[in-house]
Protein backbone atom coordinates (compact mmCIF):
# COMPACT_ATOMS: atom_id res chain seq x y z
CA UNK A 1 0.00 0.00 0.00
CA UNK A 2 3.06 2.51 0.78
CA UNK A 3 4.69 1.79 -2.42
CA UNK A 4 0.95 2.36 -4.32
CA UNK A 5 0.65 5.68 -2.50
CA UNK A 6 4.32 6.63 -3.30
CA UNK A 7 3.31 6.22 -7.06
CA UNK A 8 0.09 7.83 -6.87
CA UNK A 9 1.76 10.98 -5.48
CA UNK A 10 4.16 10.94 -8.04
CA UNK A 11 1.55 10.54 -11.30
CA UNK A 12 -0.93 12.90 -9.76
CA UNK A 13 1.73 16.00 -9.76
CA UNK A 14 1.84 16.16 -5.67
CA UNK A 15 5.55 16.79 -5.44
CA UNK A 16 7.06 17.64 -2.15
CA UNK A 17 11.21 19.46 -1.48
CA UNK A 18 11.52 20.67 2.06
CA UNK A 19 14.52 20.50 4.10
CA UNK A 20 14.28 18.40 7.45
CA UNK A 21 14.53 20.99 10.34
CA UNK A 22 16.30 18.13 12.24
CA UNK A 23 19.01 16.73 10.11
CA UNK A 24 19.02 18.98 7.06
CA UNK A 25 17.98 15.94 4.57
CA UNK A 26 16.12 17.60 1.29
CA UNK A 27 12.93 15.20 1.75
CA UNK A 28 11.46 14.59 -1.86
CA UNK A 29 8.90 12.30 -3.26
CA UNK A 30 12.10 10.65 -4.75
CA UNK A 31 13.71 9.94 -1.19
CA UNK A 32 10.69 8.22 -0.01
CA UNK A 33 10.21 6.07 -2.78
CA UNK A 34 11.76 2.69 -2.21
CA UNK A 35 14.41 1.87 -4.06
CA UNK A 36 12.90 -1.51 -5.85
CA UNK A 37 10.44 1.08 -7.93
CA UNK A 38 13.39 3.21 -9.06
CA UNK A 39 14.96 1.18 -11.76
CA UNK A 40 11.76 1.73 -13.47
CA UNK A 41 11.69 5.41 -13.46
CA UNK A 42 12.82 7.54 -16.28
CA UNK A 43 13.82 10.87 -17.30
CA UNK A 44 13.66 11.81 -21.09
CA UNK A 45 13.37 8.37 -21.88
CA UNK A 46 16.51 7.58 -20.49
CA UNK A 47 16.95 4.90 -17.15
CA UNK A 48 18.12 7.12 -13.90
CA UNK A 49 21.23 5.76 -11.94
CA UNK A 50 21.59 5.96 -8.42
CA UNK A 51 25.43 7.02 -7.89
CA UNK A 52 26.31 6.42 -4.11
CA UNK A 53 28.87 6.23 -1.09
CA UNK A 54 29.59 2.84 -0.26
CA UNK A 55 28.60 2.32 3.64
CA UNK A 56 28.64 5.79 3.42
CA UNK A 57 27.25 6.64 7.23
CA UNK A 58 30.59 5.00 8.30
CA UNK A 59 32.39 6.65 6.09
CA UNK A 60 31.66 9.96 6.87
CA UNK A 61 32.19 8.76 10.33
CA UNK A 62 35.47 7.99 9.96
CA UNK A 63 35.97 11.65 8.43
CA UNK A 64 34.43 13.08 10.87
CA UNK A 65 36.91 11.56 13.77
CA UNK A 66 39.51 12.63 11.59
CA UNK A 67 38.60 16.55 11.39
CA UNK A 68 38.51 16.30 15.22
CA UNK A 69 34.81 15.95 15.47
CA UNK A 70 34.86 13.11 18.18
CA UNK A 71 38.02 14.54 20.52
CA UNK A 72 36.60 14.57 23.26
CA UNK A 73 35.00 11.23 23.18
CA UNK A 74 37.94 9.40 22.12
CA UNK A 75 40.93 10.33 24.77
CA UNK A 76 43.56 8.31 25.23
CA UNK A 77 46.29 9.76 26.74
CA UNK A 78 47.39 7.73 29.34
CA UNK A 79 48.17 5.12 26.84
CA UNK A 80 51.58 7.16 26.18
CA UNK A 81 54.61 8.15 28.70
CA UNK A 82 57.72 9.41 28.92
CA UNK A 83 59.56 6.30 27.89
CA UNK A 84 57.03 4.88 25.36
CA UNK A 85 58.06 3.97 22.23
CA UNK A 86 56.45 4.61 19.44
CA UNK A 87 56.47 2.72 15.65
CA UNK A 88 54.36 4.42 13.78
CA UNK A 89 53.42 1.55 11.21
CA UNK A 90 50.46 1.53 8.76
CA UNK A 91 47.92 0.11 11.69
CA UNK A 92 48.33 2.90 13.57
CA UNK A 93 48.88 6.14 11.43
CA UNK A 94 46.27 6.46 8.19
CA UNK A 95 48.44 8.44 5.07
CA UNK A 96 46.44 11.69 5.50
CA UNK A 97 47.60 11.79 8.83
CA UNK A 98 51.25 12.04 9.43
CA UNK A 99 52.95 15.09 11.27
CA UNK A 100 54.75 13.10 13.93
CA UNK A 101 55.37 14.41 17.58
CA UNK A 102 56.89 13.27 20.50
CA UNK A 103 56.02 14.78 23.98
CA UNK A 104 59.46 14.83 25.81
CA UNK A 105 61.46 11.65 25.79
CA UNK A 106 58.74 9.57 24.12
CA UNK A 107 60.33 8.05 20.82
CA UNK A 108 58.46 7.65 17.63
CA UNK A 109 59.65 5.97 14.39
CA UNK A 110 58.63 8.55 11.82
CA UNK A 111 61.01 7.21 9.06
CA UNK A 112 58.60 5.86 7.37
CA UNK A 113 56.58 8.99 6.92
CA UNK A 114 59.54 10.95 5.96
CA UNK A 115 58.36 12.03 2.33
CA UNK A 116 54.82 12.95 3.59
CA UNK A 117 55.64 15.11 6.64
CA UNK A 118 54.14 18.62 4.95
CA UNK A 119 50.44 16.21 5.51
CA UNK A 120 48.41 17.89 8.39
CA UNK A 121 45.98 16.13 11.44
CA UNK A 122 48.28 13.77 13.16
CA UNK A 123 46.73 11.56 15.66
CA UNK A 124 50.23 10.60 17.71
CA UNK A 125 50.13 12.61 21.27
CA UNK A 126 51.01 12.21 24.40
CA UNK A 127 48.69 14.58 26.73
CA UNK A 128 45.85 16.68 25.99
CA UNK A 129 46.85 20.33 25.97
CA UNK A 130 50.18 20.04 26.76
CA UNK A 131 53.16 21.32 24.75
CA UNK A 132 54.73 18.67 22.58
CA UNK A 133 57.46 18.87 19.89
CA UNK A 134 56.50 18.94 16.57
CA UNK A 135 59.06 15.99 14.99
CA UNK A 136 60.39 16.73 11.22
CA UNK A 137 57.88 20.27 11.15
CA UNK A 138 60.72 22.63 11.67
CA UNK A 139 60.94 22.03 15.36
CA UNK A 140 59.56 24.33 17.36
CA UNK A 141 56.97 23.93 20.35
CA UNK A 142 52.89 23.39 19.90
CA UNK A 143 50.06 23.15 22.02
CA UNK A 144 48.35 19.89 20.44
CA UNK A 145 44.67 18.91 21.16
CA UNK A 146 44.33 15.72 19.05
CA UNK A 147 43.90 12.71 20.99
CA UNK A 148 45.64 9.36 20.07
CA UNK A 149 43.57 7.43 17.47
CA UNK A 150 43.79 3.29 18.67
CA UNK A 151 44.75 0.89 16.50
CA UNK A 152 41.09 -0.66 16.40
CA UNK A 153 39.65 2.79 15.41
CA UNK A 154 42.31 3.19 12.77
CA UNK A 155 41.55 -0.16 11.59
CA UNK A 156 37.79 1.10 10.94
CA UNK A 157 38.66 3.77 9.10
CA UNK A 158 40.39 1.98 6.89
CA UNK A 159 37.70 -0.60 6.17
CA UNK A 160 34.93 2.19 6.30
CA UNK A 161 37.08 4.22 3.52
CA UNK A 162 37.72 1.21 1.14
CA UNK A 163 33.85 0.02 1.46
CA UNK A 164 35.21 -3.37 3.15
CA UNK A 165 33.50 -2.95 6.43
CA UNK A 166 30.43 -5.33 6.09
CA UNK A 167 32.93 -8.19 4.68
CA UNK A 168 35.65 -7.64 7.55
CA UNK A 169 32.83 -8.22 9.99
CA UNK A 170 30.53 -10.41 8.02
CA UNK A 171 34.20 -12.71 8.49
CA UNK A 172 35.34 -11.32 11.79
CA UNK A 173 31.91 -12.43 13.91
CA UNK A 174 30.90 -15.96 12.05
CA UNK A 175 27.93 -14.53 9.36
CA UNK A 176 27.33 -16.87 6.23
CA UNK A 177 29.39 -16.23 3.90
CA UNK A 178 28.48 -14.02 0.90
CA UNK A 179 25.93 -11.00 -0.13
CA UNK A 180 23.59 -12.98 2.50
CA UNK A 181 25.99 -11.91 5.39
CA UNK A 182 27.26 -8.94 3.99
CA UNK A 183 23.69 -7.82 4.85
CA UNK A 184 23.49 -8.80 7.78
CA UNK A 185 26.58 -7.53 9.04
CA UNK A 186 25.11 -3.79 7.26
CA UNK A 187 22.08 -4.47 9.46
CA UNK A 188 23.85 -4.73 12.51
CA UNK A 189 26.23 -2.06 11.75
CA UNK A 190 23.25 0.40 11.56
CA UNK A 191 21.14 -1.31 14.69
CA UNK A 192 24.64 -0.90 17.02
CA UNK A 193 25.60 2.69 15.62
CA UNK A 194 21.68 4.18 16.15
CA UNK A 195 20.40 2.21 18.53
CA UNK A 196 20.35 3.26 22.68
CA UNK A 197 23.71 3.19 24.19
CA UNK A 198 22.47 1.02 27.09
CA UNK A 199 21.69 -1.91 24.00
CA UNK A 200 24.25 -4.68 25.34
CA UNK A 201 23.05 -7.50 22.67
CA UNK A 202 25.26 -10.62 21.78
CA UNK A 203 25.66 -8.97 18.45
CA UNK A 204 27.31 -5.94 19.77
CA UNK A 205 29.18 -7.15 22.03
CA UNK A 206 31.18 -9.17 19.10
CA UNK A 207 31.51 -5.78 16.99
CA UNK A 208 32.70 -4.50 20.43
CA UNK A 209 35.52 -7.24 20.21
CA UNK A 210 36.78 -6.00 17.33
CA UNK A 211 36.11 -2.11 17.60
CA UNK A 212 36.51 -1.69 20.92
CA UNK A 213 37.52 1.89 21.31
CA UNK A 214 35.35 3.04 18.36
CA UNK A 215 32.25 1.57 20.11
CA UNK A 216 32.91 3.12 23.62
CA UNK A 217 33.63 6.18 21.81
CA UNK A 218 29.81 6.13 20.34
CA UNK A 219 28.40 4.86 23.62
CA UNK A 220 30.01 8.15 25.50
CA UNK A 221 28.74 10.16 23.03
CA UNK A 222 24.98 8.88 23.27
CA UNK A 223 24.84 9.34 27.22
CA UNK A 224 26.36 12.91 26.87
CA UNK A 225 24.54 14.38 23.88
CA UNK A 226 21.60 11.55 24.15
CA UNK A 227 20.76 8.61 21.83
CA UNK A 228 19.44 10.20 18.55
CA UNK A 229 22.36 12.56 18.49
CA UNK A 230 24.97 10.67 16.92
CA UNK A 231 22.42 9.45 14.38
CA UNK A 232 21.71 13.36 13.63
CA UNK A 233 25.77 14.38 13.76
CA UNK A 234 26.35 11.49 11.03
CA UNK A 235 23.23 12.99 8.66
CA UNK A 236 23.54 16.63 9.52
CA UNK A 237 27.09 15.94 7.67
CA UNK A 238 25.58 13.64 5.44
CA UNK A 239 23.58 16.19 3.95
CA UNK A 240 26.24 19.04 3.94
CA UNK A 241 28.29 16.25 1.58
CA UNK A 242 25.67 15.32 -1.04
CA UNK A 243 22.77 18.10 -0.81
CA UNK A 244 25.01 21.54 -0.13
CA UNK A 245 28.48 19.93 -2.00
CA UNK A 246 27.63 18.05 -4.89
CA UNK A 247 23.76 18.40 -5.77
CA UNK A 248 24.72 22.01 -5.58
CA UNK A 249 27.83 21.94 -7.84
CA UNK A 250 26.18 18.90 -10.09
CA UNK A 251 22.90 21.59 -10.62
CA UNK A 252 24.93 24.33 -11.09
CA UNK A 253 27.08 22.47 -13.90
CA UNK A 254 23.79 21.74 -15.51
CA UNK A 255 23.02 18.11 -14.91
CA UNK A 256 19.99 17.27 -14.61
CA UNK A 257 20.63 14.97 -10.45
CA UNK A 258 18.35 15.18 -7.18
CA UNK A 259 19.79 13.38 -3.99
CA UNK A 260 18.65 10.76 -1.94
CA UNK A 261 20.37 11.04 1.22
CA UNK A 262 23.36 9.22 0.57
CA UNK A 263 23.54 9.13 -3.36
CA UNK A 264 23.00 10.98 -6.52
CA UNK A 265 20.22 9.99 -8.72
CA UNK A 266 20.97 11.03 -12.69
CA UNK A 267 19.90 10.24 -16.10
CA UNK A 268 22.69 7.48 -17.74
CA UNK A 269 24.30 9.72 -20.13
CA UNK A 270 25.46 12.46 -17.23
CA UNK A 271 26.81 9.16 -15.28
CA UNK A 272 30.56 10.11 -15.58
CA UNK A 273 29.94 13.91 -15.30
CA UNK A 274 28.27 13.37 -12.23
CA UNK A 275 30.55 11.02 -10.75
CA UNK A 276 33.84 13.15 -11.34
CA UNK A 277 32.08 15.87 -9.31
CA UNK A 278 30.93 13.43 -6.34
CA UNK A 279 34.94 12.14 -6.62
CA UNK A 280 35.93 15.97 -6.59
CA UNK A 281 33.77 16.69 -3.46
CA UNK A 282 34.30 13.70 -1.34
CA UNK A 283 38.36 14.19 -1.57
CA UNK A 284 37.44 17.14 1.27
CA UNK A 285 34.44 14.78 2.97
Request: contains cysteine; glycine residues 6%; hydrophobic residues 40%.
Amino acid sequence: QSYLNSLYRFQNGEFIASRNETNNRLDTNLTSMPSILLKHFTFKGEGLVSIDLSNSQFAILSAMILNNAFDNYLWQGAWLTKSTVIDVSTEWCPVSCVHLIKYQSTQINYSLYKSNINHTNTYMCAIMGNEVDVAGYGGGIETWMNPILSEDVVRFMRLANSGRLYEFIRDNIGLPSGDRGRGIAKGLMFEIFFSSHRNTNVSKQKVKRLFPNLISMIDHYKKVNGDNQFAIALQKKESLIFIDRILTEAIGEGCDVTSKHDSILCPESQVKRVRDIMDLSLIHI
